[in-house]
């Protein structure tokens, strides 16, 4: 059975269940800041099961994408060893929001599994928590499985949870049995240990509690059922095979890469490994691409990339060294596009900015083999027979080496790596990223909102800018809930109903006025802590508010109106820009205020002024057309169908809004609009720029911004005429004709200060001087050396000192001249500019094996409070301590003393 026979077939028995078919969400969890990526089915489910939002349905299933590289559920070092995990993957799930319980889950489960996949039933076994009576009788009794195929484990196997907080609870486990050739041995202790031979297939959470920051339980609202079974091992089972990636999810890719490195599959061998994880690696990728994460060096973009190198060096250790993931995204695309046709249209931009990273990794890679070596060298000259585990975390971290590289590339070398220490700055690494992940912080304090979950607010903003008389029915100050707010002091009011729209889908949120006879506030952001709950986060001006008290509520036009125009002018932009450069381009984000907006959207190159131009003149031409800006209320799939965009970092409940512009866009977005595009007057691009590999950035005026921004650039322009006395039209020759005179000048200034150099530093009278260690000093020039300024040091001729009034490029030309007309020696000069200090130094050719520039620098650097580096000949070192340099001149000398072999 293939991979889109089983989604499909899991899905229409659970359709006959009556549940709900919910579509994948994005691997980017909404709304959920515990957790970097979607490691589960239930994640966008989540809110349900803490009763913080509420559906219509109380059954649904998915087929969900998730990723497990990161926090308690990771994946990654097993992947390619065993023959069933996976970095990225499938789960297919059911799901019950207090409907029902373990009994049906079991028996659903059971059914689906030997009545409509047909697995041989002597081939599964069970395993239930070991407190949990309950689930054990249904497999017993109900089901009819003898006592010794269900097994009865501790919390580490059978209870789960999602995170160190949230939904959790115990768990069963059905097992599928791959066969003895795998491994013999008693299956009890074979699927404690988490043999090869046993298949985890399907995990049937019964969900009862939820666990606080402190580890305390909580029963939830209903108990619930949250189950996960991976596709992957599904079809694994149904195909009568032994590994995961000898299924049509993976084959193909296989093929692949075998042909890429010209080597069979399988070799049986450790190679095997390694076209595993790149079969495993480009499927994560791609979908997290997809999904709109970009490599980069924090978070999500970390993971990704970590992912990228690391496919690409186990590349390389199978004979492919040119970047070659990106010719597999297609492949990717193709096996999964019958579920994810998305893929299709954004295949070309997912390679695209998989080679770039690649090229930079080649590059990088490089780099690192480099101080890989030099690190050997400098452990060998210590008398290290270990490489230190700080050096070797610093080339995964920096370079991206995994440890075996390391371990591998040291034993070339006779070394072996200390690992212990290692594996200490991976785990405070660990600790660090913890702590910076904003999401750990965002949940603090939620507890609050959380009691406030039943309020259940009305928004009208849609129909109404204010509300005669709303009712104050709960009131937060500092983050405790309190019974009044009182003159002067800031605080978060809730209202029964709204006009207020609370920031969300990237638009800012409203501000305004509360007041009554006895009360006034300002409010100066509105804002969702939880789903479906709206904080005024107020100032009050005069007088007080109690709960249940009555109040005004307006919210401020003009800024609305603006903030409208700017939202609808983000909808015409994203069209435009699609229309322009092409479907594969997707909104990644934005900013939608009153003065201005910023768009984020996926593109490889930047925008050249003519498509600027060409994006600018289709959107005012839409405005000028005065086009109705239509909105209406429907399903996500109606929608869709509709030929609706959907937003990837949006979460979208059971009934959306969409709004609609002609015929040109249509999307799905909760914001406020204008009812025509011809109130955005005009619409004028400011900027646009790269967040990050893969990723554009525009920013953007309408209305009076617009208007104000274009007035500014001509009065601007106006002025720069004035200045240069010439007509408009000739602004730009005249521009032109002025940077190439100063250049001129330039040029004539930089030939005059070199020769003032040499004049002052290079041209010296011959002394017939009797030097330290009794040698006179040969030169090429005898017009052209002061002796007096030459020591010799080791027999080695040494010129050290100041070089007043130079800039950094004159100063490295003196040096290099300096050394000619020595001949044989070494040149040392410092400069002052401002705060700053600057060295070079410059070693003849004969000489860079007994004393090298690159070494010599950094002794020196130290004194002036810097650092430096460069090549055995030539070196170079900045430093903030001017004050020094004499005295780093002085020392110059004993320092090579020591240093001169």
């Known amino acids: 059975m293939k991979a889109q026979l089983i989604r499909e077939t899991f899905l229409d028995f659970f359709a006959k269940k009556k549940h709900k078919i919910i579509k994948s969400s994005s691997l980017l969890p909404k709304d959920d800041p515990t957790i970097l990526f979607t490691n589960a089915g239930m994640n966008q489910f989540k809110n349900i099961f803490l009763g913080l939002e509420r559906r219509s349905y109380k059954r649904a299933a998915s087929v969900q994408k998730c990723l497990r590289v990161s926090g308690k559920h990771n994946d990654l070092e097993q992947v390619g060893k ?6 990225f993957f499938e789960m297919l799930g059911n799901f019950s929001f207090g409907d029902y319980f373990k009994e049906e889950a079991i028996e659903f489960a059971w059914e689906l599994i030997t009545e409509v996949f047909k697995l041989n039933k002597d081939d599964v076994y069970v395993s239930v928590y070991e407190k949990d009576e309950e689930a054990f009788k249904v497999w017993k009794q109900n089901i009819g499985l003898t006592s010794d ?22 768990c069963s486990e059905i097992h599928y049995d791959l066969g003895t050739e795998v491994e013999k041995g008693e299956p009890s202790s074979l699927i404690e240990k988490g043999s090869d031979r046993f298949l985890e297939l399907w995990n049937l959470v019964f969900m009862q509690y939820d666990q606080d920051e402190k580890g305390k339980l909580h029963p939830l609202p209903s108990p619930s059922i949250d189950t996960g079974m991976g596709l992957e091992r599904v079809a694994t089972a149904l195909v009568g095979k032994k590994d995961n990636f000898d299924t049509d999810l993976f084959l193909p890719l296989i093929e692949a890469i075998s042909n890429l490195s010209q080597r069979e599959y399988p070799s049986h061998d450790e190679e095997d490994i390694y076209v595993r994880i790149i079969a495993d690696h480009i499927r994560a990728l791609t979908f997290l691409v997809a999904d709109g994460i970009m490599p980069s060096n924090e978070g999500r973009g970390y993971v990704l990339r970590r992912l990228i190198r690391r496919a ?16 597999l995204v297609g492949i990717v695309s193709d096996i999964m596009k019958d579920s994810y046709p998305e893929l299709l249209t954004s295949a070309n931009y997912i390679s695209k900015v998989c080679q770039s990273e690649e090229s930079r990794f080649s590059l990088t890679l490089s780099s690192g083999l480099r101080t890989f070596n030099q690190y050997i060298e400098e452990a060998k000259k210590e008398g290290k027979t270990m490489l230190p585990g700080s050096k070797v975390f610093k080339l995964y971290d920096t370079f991206g080496f995994p440890l075996d590289l390391s371990k591998e590339l040291a034993e070339e070398k006779s ?14 690494q660990r600790q660090r990223a913890r702590l910076a992940w904003k999401g750990e912080a965002q949940q603090k304090g939620m507890k609050t909102y959380e009691e406030l979950k039943d309020l259940s607010p009305r928004y009208v903003g849609y129909e109404k800018e204010k509300v005669p008389e709303a009712k104050a ?27 207020f729209y609370a920031e969300a889908g990237g638009q800012i949120g409203d501000s305004g006025i509360l007041k009554n006879p006895h009360f006034s506030a300002v409010v100066e952001d509105t804002y969702s802590p939880i789903p479906e709950l709206i904080a005024h986060k107020v100032k009050v001006i005069s007088g007080k508010i109690k709960v249940n008290d009555s109040v005004e509520a307006a919210i401020d036009v003009s800024r609305r109106k603006a903030i409208s125009s700017n939202h609808t002018a983000t909808h015409l932009l994203h069209a435009s820009l699609r229309h322009v ?7 990644t984000g934005s900013l939608v205020s009153d003065s201005r907006f910023r768009f984020d959207f996926t593109h490889f190159a930047p925008l050249s002024s003519s498509e600027l131009k060409q994006i600018e003149l289709l959107v005012n031409e839409k405005i000028r057309e005065n086009i109705e800006v239509k909105t209406k209320i429907t399903t996500i799939e109606q929608g869709l169908k509709e030929g609706a965009v959907a937003i990837f970092e949006e979460k979208y409940g059971e009934r959306v809004r969409m709004v609609t512009i002609n015929d040109f866009s249509k999307e799905l977005c909760g914001g406020v609009h204008v009812h025509s595009t011809a109130q955005l007057g005009l619409f004028k691009i400011i900027s646009e720029s790269s967040v990050a590999a893969g990723m554009r950035r525009i920013e953007a005026l309408t209305g009076e911004e617009a208007l104000k921004h274009v007035q500014e650039t001509e009065e601007l322009v106006d002025e720069v005429q004035k200045a240069l006395n010439s007509p408009k039209k000739e602004v730009l020759t005249q521009i032109g004709k002025l940077r190439d005179s100063i250049r001129e000048k330039e040029k004539e200034n930089k030939q005059l200060r070199q020769k003032f150099a040499h004049l002052k530093y290079g041209k010296i009278e011959l002394e017939d001087l009797k030097i330290k260690g009794e040698e006179k000093i040969k030169v090429r020039d005898k017009a052209e050396v002061k002796v007096k300024e030459i020591r010799k040091v080791k027999g080695i001729s040494v010129l050290a000192r100041r070089a007043e009034g130079l800039n950094t490029s004159e100063l490295r030309g003196l040096a290099d001249s300096l050394k000619q007309k020595i001949g044989s020696g070494i040149v040392i000069l410092g400069t002052e500019t401002g705060q700053k200090v600057f060295l070079v130094i410059a070693v003849t050719k004969d000489l860079i094996k007994r004393v090298k520039a690159n070494e010599l620098i950094k002794e020196i650097a130290s004194i002036i409070g810097g650092g430096g580096g460069g090549r055995p000949d030539f070196a170079q070192a900045g430093g903030a301590k001017p004050k020094k340099l004499d005295q780093a001149l002085k020392k110059s000398y004993s320092i090579l003393e020591k240093m001169i072999r």
């Open 149 to 170: 195929r269900i097994f009865r484990f501790g919390k580490k196997d059978n209870y789960w949870a999602m995170g160190d907080t949230g939904p959790c609870g115990p």
């Open 415 to 428: 070394m072996a790596v200390e690992e212990k220490s290692f594996y200490k700055e991976l785990d405070e």
């Open 581 to 587: 450069l092409g479907d594969h381009v997707k909104q």
């Open 473 to 499: 029915i709960a009131l937060i100050k500092k983050g405790d809930k309190v019974q009044k707010l009182n003159e002067g002091e800031k605080g978060e009011i809730f209202l029964n109903q709204t006009p």
């Open 82 to 87: 065993t023959n069933k995990h996976h970095t």
């Open 312 to 327: 690409f060096r186990h590349g390389n250790l199978i004979g492919i060294q040119e970047p070659f993931l990106y010719k």
